[in-house]
């Protein structure tokens, strides 16, 4: 007698099995089981005979492979069938796949060693052999204000009004724009001066010493981007709407500017500063009040954030603030995540109290304004509905 699909998953539960298996059960690409890892479909976990490779769920791909035929297809990067109330956005820009993120198929890890915010740019932007940065110069009366960061949304809403609505106009256009727009903000935020990298004219701004600048720059690349969250749909949101890459990457920078993320990475600011003092004491009270240490750990890389690891890998941190890092992990029993290295990192180069915002808002400008060209050139329309639940006309009272 054949068993069906709910003995087999019940037979499965509690087994995990490695990729190789997995592939021949599903019938589907390598790519394709980490998209399923990266959206929830199938659990994984690492190998306990090598940390290197990944175990998965078994009874979760015996339920994939019960479901319908569409589970199992040929496509690349598979969607979660359409849930009420939720939109489905197809981006060719990242992917986060068992425990990486990849810009455009490259990993993020391993292309911020080298590249530069530019280069980023370029391919992010689908720009190919076109360079959107090439003889730009100084705009003339730069936007104002107080700090670095009111000054980069400044810039940013500037452009967001002068600049034409995205519809209508062609991909070399837009492109060429996105990178008057980023130059014009990173102006803004270092201030004028002779045309260098990126990462090269903020280190001025900040007066940083000039062998520190790599350290910027990495930091730069890897804020660029990550995955789906609320950010990115609003920036797509107000490009499917026609507006510009401007505008739409300004209806993102709101969204972030009150994320989940955001909210970590200042409270991360406060917690390096405070435990670059005590470092155990801070953990340990961190811990006992909150249950965990902001900037440590990850839900998105449950097995250790790779950005983190590429971002302070070479960055040669005095002895305080590797206490910060190993006292902190001792303490809550989670490795450090993107968001504290930034935070450890920039207490490294000096930069002003808040600065790891300011890097971050500006690496992360470059991925946002991708998605909006990704939305302008390719995307389908966004549509959603709004149900009503308010009260009933004939419920109410004159």
Known sequence: MTSGPDQAGSDAAGRWAPRSEVLSLLGVKTQTLYAYVSRGRIAARPDPENPRRSLYALADVIRLKGGSSDDASTSDIPFDREVKGEARI???????????????????????????????????????????????????????????RAR??????????????????????????AGTVLNEVVDAVAGPGPRLFFHQRLARGYKMLERDGVHLRRALVLAAE????????????????????????????AALSGSPMIRTLKRSITYVIEARRDPSGAAARRVASEGGIPGFGSDSFPHGDPRAEALLALSDLPQD??????????????????AGALAVLVRRLELPRDGALDVFLTGRLVGLMAHALDQIMDGAPIRARLRYVGPRPSETTP
């Open 152 to 177: 980069l949304f400044a810039a940013l809403a500037r452009r967001a009004e002068e600049d034409a609505p995205a519809t209508g106009r062609d991909a070399r256009t837009l492109r060429l724009e």
């Open 226 to 253: 990550h995955d789906m969250n609320p950010a990115v749909l609003a920036t797509r949101a107000a490009a499917s709407a026609g507006a510009s890459p401007a505008a739409a990457a300004m209806a993102g920078l």
């Open 321 to 338: 603030l590797l206490a910060v890092i190993r006292e902190g992990e001792a303490a809550c029993g989670q490795r450090i995540a993107f």
């Open 90 to 148: 197809d981006s060719s820009v990242s992917l986060v796949a068992d425990g990486r993120i990849y810009y455009r198929g490259r990993d993020s890890a391993e292309w911020a060693q080298s590249a530069t915010l530019e280069d980023t740019a370029r391919l992010l932007w689908g720009c190919g052999d076109l360079n959107p940065f090439a003889g730009l110069g100084v705009r003339v009366g730069l936007a104002g204000g107080a700090s670095h």
